[in-house]
C-alpha cells in the first residue's frame, strides 16, 4: 500500500486484511505508518491481523500494489519507485478532482487520466485503475457492509484479472472489466460527478450497475 496512512489507503488496507491478505501499509515515515496500524489493530483486532507497517519502499516490493496516496502526489510517487514496480500490477485508485464551491470539477492529466499519468510515470508496471467510486469513509468502516460496484481497467488482461479478483474477494464489492486503461478517464471523470451529488443529496451514493450477465475472461 503506498501512501496507506492517509483515508483511502487506511480503508482498503483494512478490507484487504480482513479478506485475509498480508498488507504492507506504506509511508514516507515509518512511525507514521506503526502509529496507523496500530490503531486500525486496535479499533478492529484480529480481523486486520494481516496488516504490517513499513515505508513505501517496503510497501513497492510486494507483488500486487495499491497507489493509495492523494491524487496529486500519486505520479510523483509512481515515478519514484518505477524501478520496483516494473513488471508488478499496480492498482491507481485516485481521481484528480478540483472543489469549487459545493461542486467538484474533474482535473484531466495530459495523459487522459491519472491512471494513465501514473502508467507513463511507471512504464513497466501493469497499472490498473479501480476503486475510483467507493468512499474512504465506507472502506475503512469494517463494522459495516459495503455494496458498490467497482469499474476495473487496465491494458494488461493477467493484471485486470488480478485486480477483478482482488476486489471480488472483499464482502460487498463486485467487480466489473470495464476493459482497456483508456476507459479510466470517464471512470475517474465520473467521480467528480458522484461526489457532487453526495454534497447536493447529503449521502454517501456510491455506483451499481444493473443488467449485466456473467464477467468473460478479459482479452488480450
Known sequence: MLGGTGPAGR?????????GHDVVVGSRDRERSRSVVDELREQWGDRVAGLEPGTNHDAADADLVVLATVWDAAVPTARAHAEQLAGKTVIAMGNGLEKHGRHFHPVVPEQGSLAAA????APDAHVVAALQHVPAA??????HPL???VLVAGDDPEART???ELIDGIDGLRAIDAGPLAN??????FAAAL???????KGEGTLRLEG???????AP
Open 195 to 201: 461526489l457532487t451529488a453526495n454534497l447536493n443529496h
Open 138 to 143: 465506507a472502506l475503512g468502516d469494517l463494522a
Open 11 to 19: 480503508g482498503i488496507a483494512a478490507r484487504l486484511a480482513a479478506a
Open 162 to 164: 488480478a485486480v477483478l
Open 212 to 218: 449485466l450477465g456473467p464477467r468473460r475472461t478479459p
Open 147 to 149: 455494496a458498490s460496484d
Open 118 to 121: 501514473v502508467q507513463a510515470a
Open 184 to 189: 479510466a478517464l470517464g471512470i475517474e471523470a
